[in-house]
């Protein structure tokens, strides 16, 4: 396992050296092979082609190469009956997920950013808190845990619990924001932190006006009036134009090649990163379950040539819980309950060596590089449970819980997103299921009745309502029913891998369990993925492949 761990990890160096590299190169004066127009010419109408790179993964991030697998195959028996882990083939896109699951130092990271940004809303900071009072227990003197669990410097590197589906995703959603900015701050793009940090900065320019697609616009318009208060930094509002301004922007933005951009202060003219630049990650998120369930199997160790030699009922190979190696020879290979009133071993020679968690980096890696895949803590998973979820299911990436939203606009015509209090954009129900007609998305009344709906259906196609919630998709049931004769509802989320106070029957990454979406437990915590963007294939090297013929010059056109 080391050894293909750390075979990825060198694909990796390999592959942000290439990047880098890539993207040092001086933009060339390659011209559209459709069009015979230059790139990256002022001269030529100014369209920005950035060179073509493979970004790496965000920090805490590894690679995953997604491929095909039986989900659900590793369940040797169902010993509960639940009969919601049939086997099918499905395929999981190449992505990232984190090394380790979210720890309480990260949490707490996440906690002072609240405080020292928004001091005054408690609100924020109070929703934002995990429930410690999970480790409360009628029969159990577990009370130390409720203050020192999450706050202690011994419990650091401890995976953070208590967390609602709902905090989770929040927190991924916050994490996409402040690896954005670092990645901005970092190359000048927007202000350093020392200068924001000391009130010294100047931007390179008056405020630009905002524009869809990071357009440029006069430095006259409205954009004061976005920024009247300077919210903190997120990438929708960034990538929209609408985060620019003095003590904004960096001394080393791109340079806006677009002939009608505006020079200030005798300085070439330029804009925001775009997302075209490639520069920033793809969002933060909860993997999907199979997304999860992949990874967590890693059998990409016991692959070649696309033959699985020897298939796996947990994280590692074998059929017992025990390590085979001669150094660690008879250690539990993750952290679990092995019996009744048995979740640490015998006083003098602790197997596990934990007794409720133990710190994120504990015991061997799998196959991929991911620490406690089986154990721990059970982790939050994106799916909405369905006792049958994979019944009726696309085998390509597959996943239960679409709910489509907008961003809602403020002003239609200048493409300007509205914002909440926080500074992030406002998201409402999707109002249809494909790209809309101008006439329609300037139905100023039908925007606003859509808003004011929540999650009812949105507007008519083909005289049928529009709802944007695909949760219960091809359910065979009455949705009334759900959440009444049963406790299965659409608030119903999916986790997996078993935790510190659960028998190794869990372990099996088929698994599943479920909770509401706002419920937490000492048992539950989480870890983020991210969507890889560009080829499916980490590395090549000593694979087959077809090589392309170089691209010819375009003629000239007489």
Request: glycine residues 10%; positive net charge; proline residues 6%.
């Amino acid at each position: 396992m080391k050894r293909v761990a750390a075979l990825y990890v060198s694909c990796l160096v390999i592959l942000s050296i290439v990047g880098s590299s890539c993207s040092s190169k001086k933009k060339g004066s390659s011209a559209s092979s459709k069009t015979g127009w230059k790139y990256n010419d002022k001269y030529n109408g100014g369209f920005q082609v950035a060179p073509k790179v493979k970004p790496g993964p965000g920090p805490g991030l590894v690679a995953i190469e997604g491929g095909s697998f039986v989900m659900g195959g590793s369940l040797a028996q169902d010993l509960a009956y639940e009969y919601d882990a049939s086997r099918r083939r499905v395929t999981v896109p190449s992505f990232y997920m984190d090394e380790t699951e979210v720890a309480n130092v990260d949490w707490l990271e996440y906690l002072y950013w609240i405080r020292r940004n928004f001091p005054d809303d408690r609100e924020y900071y109070y929703n934002a808190l995990p429930d410690t009072l999970v480790w409360r227990r009628p029969l159990s003197y577990n009370d130390p845990y409720v203050t020192n669990y999450l706050r202690h410097p011994a419990f650091q590197d401890y995976p953070v619990v208590g967390v609602t589906w709902e905090q989770a995703n929040a927190y991924c959603e916050w994490r996409t924001d402040r690896v954005n900015e670092q990645i901005l701050r970092e190359r000048g793009a927007l202000l350093d932190y020392k200068s924001l940090a000391t009130g010294k900065g100047k931007s390179n320019g008056a405020a630009a006006a905002p524009a869809q697609n990071g357009g440029t616009g006069n430095a006259n318009s409205a954009v004061s009036a976005q920024n009247d208060s300077i919210k903190p930094f997120n990438t929708d509002i960034y990538l929209n134009g609408q985060y620019r301004g003095e003590g904004i922007d960096g001394k080393k933005m791109p340079k806006d090649l677009n002939p009608a951009a505006t020079a200030t202060k005798g300085k070439a003219p330029t804009r925001p990163v775009r997302f075209e630049d490639g520069v920033l990650k793809q969002p933060y998120r909860l993997p999907s379950e199979a997304e999860w369930e992949y990874a967590a199997l890693g059998l990409i160790g016991n692959t070649e040539y696309e033959n699985i030699s020897d298939y796996k009922i947990y994280p590692w190979n074998g059929l017992g819980v025990r390590s085979s190696k001669k150094k660690t020879q008879g250690l539990i290979m993750a952290n679990f309950k092995r019996g009744a009133g048995d979740n640490m071993g015998v006083g003098g020679y602790l197997n596990d060596k934990a007794d409720i968690t133990a710190p994120v980096k504990s015991y061997m890696p799998n196959d991929f590089g991911l620490y406690n895949m089986a154990g721990n803590v059970n982790e939050w998973v994106a799916d909405t449970y369905r006792k049958l979820s994979f019944e009726d299911f696309e085998d390509f990436s597959p996943f239960r819980g679409n709910v489509y939203v907008n961003k809602r606009l403020a002003d239609k015509d200048k493409g300007i997103y509205a914002k909440d209090k926080y500074g992030r954009p406002i998201k409402d129900p999707a109002k249809s299921g494909r790209k809309q007609k101008w006439e329609e998305l300037a139905d100023t009344a039908a925007t606003a009745n859509a808003a004011n709906a929540g999650t009812a259906p949105g507007s008519a196609i083909a005289g049928k309502p529009y709802n944007p919630d695909f949760r219960g998709e091809l359910d065979t049931v009455n949705q009334a029913l759900y959440g009444t004769t049963t406790l299965v509802n659409d608030r119903s989320k999916v986790y997996k891998g078993g935790s510190w106070n659960d028998r190794a029957y869990w372990l099996n990454p088929a698994t599943r369990r479920f909770m509401q979406q706002d419920e937490s437990s000492a048992e539950v915590g989480f870890r983020c993925a991210m969507s890889m963007v560009g080829a499916a294939e980490i590395s090549s090297k000593g694979k087959p492949h077809f090589t392309q013929p170089p691209s010819k010059a375009p003629k000239k056109i007489r």
